[in-house]
């Protein structure tokens, strides 16, 4: 307890922004603090935790071993605090919030038309913040108080602090100009085959749920295009002889007057579990809260 007595509440949170942002001016403007008085702030923790908690290197700030162990600890202190001292009620339509989602551009398709309708009718003052990575990145950025919400794929099991909903179950097709099919508007495993294909994958490298498919068949397909994005994917196989085979909603916003054909692959692949995924931390909060639910409703009413 001697310790609290060298260090106040608004150091603990000046400490919070700068190891956040990395940045003294852009923690400064999170704390509506001039930069000096932020520099200031930074000196004092430093003498605080004998640690200079930011250090440059190439030109940039980076957090010190000390300051990286720190910034969980302390972003679950903050919040304790924050839960302790705020207001139990929560009024979307007069609450003013940043909510910071992680979900790939499959997800942004599939959750954000639905889910920013419903804000901008029922709760204007909310903002979201989306950002794209891995699934090891969304997980560590959950973890650490970075993001609020990951949505996305995720390995099995994950750390005992973050919990998980699964919003659906998803399920694979194949898609090709309708003209390059034939009649039946399908492929045998054959046809399949000998045609080139277009992957989807944040790295080359990646093995998926197609690629392990085609590894119980004993087969391999010729991969013509890889690339990161959903959203041009289904524009390259238009007028083409390309096969894309990916999550069905993927689809949902090229279906119309579209000259793609979907149809069933030809041997088995198995579904998919999309899931939402927040740290513990947030259980106790209620605007946290609010938007799980909303967004679980959501996706429950277009399934």
């Not at 608004?10 to 001039?34: I, Y």
């Not at 004092?44 to 162990?69: C, Y």
């Not at 891995?134 to 108080?145: E, I, K, N, P, W």
Request: net charge neutral; glycine share 4%; with cysteine.
């Amino acid at each position: 307890m001697n310790n609290l007595r060298r260090i106040d509440l608004n150091l603990l949170v000046a400490l919070h922004a700068l190891l956040t942002e990395k940045h003294v001016s852009r923690a400064a403007r999170r704390l509506h603090k001039s930069q000096p008085a932020v520099s200031h702030a930074l000196a004092h923790l430093r003498t605080i935790f004998d640690d200079p908690l930011l250090v440059r290197r190439a030109g940039k700030l980076e957090l010190t071993s000390r300051a990286s162990e720190l910034l969980p600890a302390l972003t679950e202190a903050l919040h304790q605090v924050g839960t302790l001292l705020d207001q139990p009620a929560f009024d979307p339509a007069r609450t003013k919030r940043l909510f910071r989602l992680a979900m790939s551009d499959y997800g942004s398709r599939v959750i954000l038309p639905g889910l920013v309708k419903r804000l901008r009718s029922c709760a204007p003052g909310i903002d979201l913040q989306v950002t794209q990575g891995s699934r090891a990145s969304m997980l560590a950025g959950v973890h650490d108080g970075e993001i609020d919400l990951a949505f996305g794929v995720f390995p099995s099991p994950l750390a005992d602090e973050l919990r998980t909903r699964t919003l659906f179950i998803e399920h694979f097709v194949s898609a090709a100009d309708k003209h390059t099919l034939p009649r039946s508007g399908s492929l045998d495993k054959d046809e399949w085959l000998s045609r080139p294909h277009v992957l989807v994958a944040l790295q080359s490298n990646e093995a998926g749920e197609i690629e392990h498919a085609l590894q119980r068949e004993g087969v391999t397909r010729r991969i013509a295009m890889t690339l990161p994005h959903w959203g041009i994917a289904s524009s390259l196989v238009a007028n083409t002889d390309l096969i894309l085979t990916a999550a069905r909603r993927s689809f949902d916003l090229f279906l119309e007057d579209s000259p793609l054909q979907l149809f069933a692959p030809p041997f088995a692949i198995d579904p998919f579990a999309y899931e939402m995924v927040w740290h513990s931390r947030r259980e106790s909060d209620a605007g946290h809260n609010w938007l799980r639910q909303m967004i679980v409703e959501m996706l429950g009413e277009s399934a």
